[in-house]
Nanobody, 122 residues
């Protein structure tokens, strides 16, 4: 199986930055497309960004375009989410997930991390 562990969350003021990391382990982790999702209180889990297994192709939600950047380092078996110009509405638990195909649909992701809290104050 594939195991994912997120880190890097925390409290930050609006306009600030955070860098989330997703450390992977297990069978052929580097072969999986990987995505970031988030879930705020009272809201459904939503797509944030995804990256191909090789890291050459990325896709992100309109709400974070120009502010968030997803990347990966397969040698380190780690996927990153650089978050800049953070807004209070970005506050959520952020999850890293791995799928067998590139997708924005949460239910199509097979493996999930435990999540890391990101809180953006006004």
């Amino acid at each position: 199986q594939v195991q994912l562990v997120e880190s890097g969350g925390g409290l930050v003021q609006a306009g600030g930055s955070l860098r989330l990391s997703c450390a992977g382990s297990g069978r052929t982790f580097s072969s999986y497309p990987t995505g970031w999702f988030r879930q705020a209180p009272g809201k459904e889990r939503e797509f944030v960004a995804q990256i191909s297994w090789g890291g050459r192709t990325t896709d992100s939600a309109d709400s974070v375009k120009g502010r968030f950047t997803i990347s990966r380092d397969n040698a380190k078996k780690t996927v990153y989410l650089q978050m800049n110009s953070l807004k209070p509405e970005d506050t959520a638990v952020y999850y890293c997930a791995a799928a067998t195909i590139a997708t924005r649909v949460p239910n199509q992701y097979r493996y999930w991390g435990q999540g890391t809290q990101v809180t953006v104050s006004s």
